[in-house]
């Protein structure tokens, strides 16, 4: 199955298995800086197993890229994009990647990609070859993804400006193993592309 499909027809279903929490997070909103939100993961997504447990073998691999670019996307236009968030999150929905405990800490997207590969044999629950073999083909459908939200949710910050902030971040850089390699070199690839192409 393409990324783009499983993004679009099965992850907002398999995305409600998750074992959520709920927690109160900071908004962008001047009226109302805090609201209550459901949340995922814990730290360094220490609740992989559990989380991923609920998801269809056939699909984790695609579920766990999908949850890895929603969490990205919503950071990074928290982050970056203070006048658009608002609508952005009031659009989306999109529950929030962080950890237990009074802190409420976001955590690095990044830990999604790193921790399935981190876990022993005995522990994984993706299969990591595929999930890197299927990642150029998902930041390919993802820049299309960008394109579709910008004009419709992100005010018209294009997806290049997105992307930028992405890969200037200095937690870009951050996490282990081939997953995070790969990403990184097709998301620069891809961003490169882009930026010749403007």
Same mark, same amino acid.
């Given at each position: 199955?393409?990324?783009?499909?499983?993004?679009?027809?099965?992850?907002?279903?398999?995305?409600?298995?998750?074992?959520?929490?709920?927690?109160?997070?900071?908004?962008?909103?001047?009226?109302?800086?805090?609201?209550?939100?459901?949340?995922?993961?814990?730290?360094?997504?220490? /609740?992989?197993?559990?989380?991923? #447990?609920?998801? =269809?073998? !056939?699909?984790?691999?695609? +579920?766990? $890229?999908?949850?890895?670019?929603?969490?990205?996307?919503?950071?990074?236009?928290?982050?970056?994009?203070?006048?658009?968030?608002?609508?952005?999150?009031?659009?989306?929905?999109?529950?929030?990647?962080?950890?237990?405990?009074?802190?409420?800490?976001?955590?690095?997207?990044?830990?999604?990609?790193?921790?399935?590969?981190?876990?022993?044999?005995?522990?994984?629950?993706? /299969?990591?070859?595929?999930?890197? #073999?299927?990642? =150029?083909? !998902?930041?390919?459908?993802? +820049?299309? $993804?960008?394109?579709?939200?910008?004009?419709?949710?992100?005010?018209?910050?294009?997806?290049?400006?997105?992307?930028?902030?992405?890969?200037?971040?200095?937690?870009?850089?951050?996490?282990?193993?081939?997953?995070?390699?790969?990403?990184?070199?097709?998301?620069?690839?891809?961003?490169?592309?882009?930026?010749?192409?403007?």
């Amino acid at each position: 199955m393409k990324f783009d499909t499983y993004f679009k027809h099965h992850f907002p279903s398999d995305l409600r298995r998750l074992h959520f929490f709920e927690r109160r997070f900071r908004t962008r909103s001047k009226s109302n800086p805090y609201e209550s939100g459901l949340a995922f993961g814990n730290a360094g997504w220490s /609740n992989m197993r559990r989380d991923l #447990a609920g998801i =269809p073998v !056939a699909h984790r691999e695609l +579920f766990v $890229l999908s949850l890895f670019f929603m969490v990205l996307t919503d950071q990074v236009v928290f982050a970056r994009f203070p006048e658009v968030y608002p609508n952005w999150s009031k659009a989306t929905h999109f529950p929030k990647f962080a950890q237990r405990g009074f802190c409420a800490r976001m955590q690095n997207p990044l830990y999604l990609l790193e921790t399935p590969e981190r876990a022993s044999a005995a522990q994984q629950m993706v /299969n990591v070859p595929l999930t890197a #073999a299927l990642l =150029p083909e !998902a930041v390919e459908s993802y +820049f299309s $993804l960008l394109g579709q939200a910008s004009s419709a949710f992100l005010g018209g910050v294009s997806p290049a400006e997105i992307a930028d902030a992405i890969e200037r971040d200095q937690d870009f850089q951050f996490g282990q193993g081939e997953l995070c390699s790969t990403f990184r070199a097709a998301f620069s690839r891809k961003l490169a592309e882009i930026s010749c192409e403007a």
